[in-house]
Structure formats: structure tokens, C-alpha cells
């Protein structure tokens, strides 16, 4: 074997050995600290997980009509039936003691069910939060 040869295997075994030790000081110097385990059980607690699962799961329903009917607005009725490529969804979501969904020209609107105002567009676990949840 050439002497150059030994050198660059002389290298490459340094530079494994190098990472090797770097990955290791790394993985013992720098601990992750675990999330916390959320156990809330209150009602509120299981509505705000219950919206946000709902929202999800509507804007995934209007997101495949959309892609299945770009020309045409979604309805709750239209998610739930089994034409224009549907159905979409079992059933409309109904938890009618925290929160209500509705669909606007295509628009998914949340509402809290205390508040008779204006619905927000859901836009995500924030707009949950947004009504009181």
C-alpha cells in the first residue's frame, strides 16, 4: 500500500473517530427536556381538544370536495352526501354546548355557543382558543 494511500485511511479514520466523540459529547451535554403530559379532564379541556379535532377533520372534508370540485363551493349537506364524489364526512359535527361549525361560501366559520355574534373563520387550534375553549 502506497503511502498516501495509508494516510488517507489515517484521515478518514480521524475524522470518523472526531464525529464520533462530538455526537456523543452533544447527545450526553445536551438533555431534552420531555413535553409536559397534559391530563386535564375537565369538560372544557375535552371541548377545546373536541374543536380542534372537528376543525381538522371539516377542513380536510372541504379540501378533498375542493379538489374534487374546483368549480363548486362545499355545503354541509354536499360533505355529507354521497354525490359529487362524496361522501366527505358521516356526519356534520354537533357539539352544540361548546361550539358550532358552519360553512359560508366555502368558508369554514366557528362560533362559540354562548356567543350569538359574528362567527370566526376557523383557521386552526387558535381559532378554539379564539371563542373561550
Not at 20 to 34: E, G, K
Not at 45 to 74: H, M, Q, S, W
Not at 75 to 86: D, I
Amino acid at each position: 500500500m502506497k503511502r498516501r494511500d495509508m494516510f488517507i485511511i489515517l484521515l478518514a479514520m480521524v475524522v470518523v473517530a472526531a464525529a464520533a466523540l462530538l455526537i456523543d459529547h452533544y447527545a450526553f451535554a445536551h438533555t431534552s427536556v420531555a413535553p409536559p403530559i397534559t391530563t386535564t379532564t375537565s369538560s372544557l379541556a375535552k371541548a377545546y381538544r373536541a374543536c380542534v379535532t372537528d376543525g381538522a377533520t371539516l377542513d380536510t372534508a372541504i379540501a378533498a370536495f375542493k379538489a374534487e370540485n374546483p368549480d363548486l363551493n362545499p355545503t354541509e349537506s354536499a360533505l355529507v352526501s354521497s354525490g359529487l364524489g362524496g361522501p366527505y364526512l358521516q356526519s356534520w359535527v354537533y357539539n352544540p354546548q361548546f361550539y358550532t361549525y358552519s360553512l359560508t361560501n366555502g368558508v369554514l366559520y366557528l362560533r362559540a355557543a354562548t356567543d350569538a355574534t359574528k362567527p370566526i373563520r376557523f383557521s386552526g387550534p387558535n381559532s378554539c382558543l379564539a371563542i373561550g375553549l
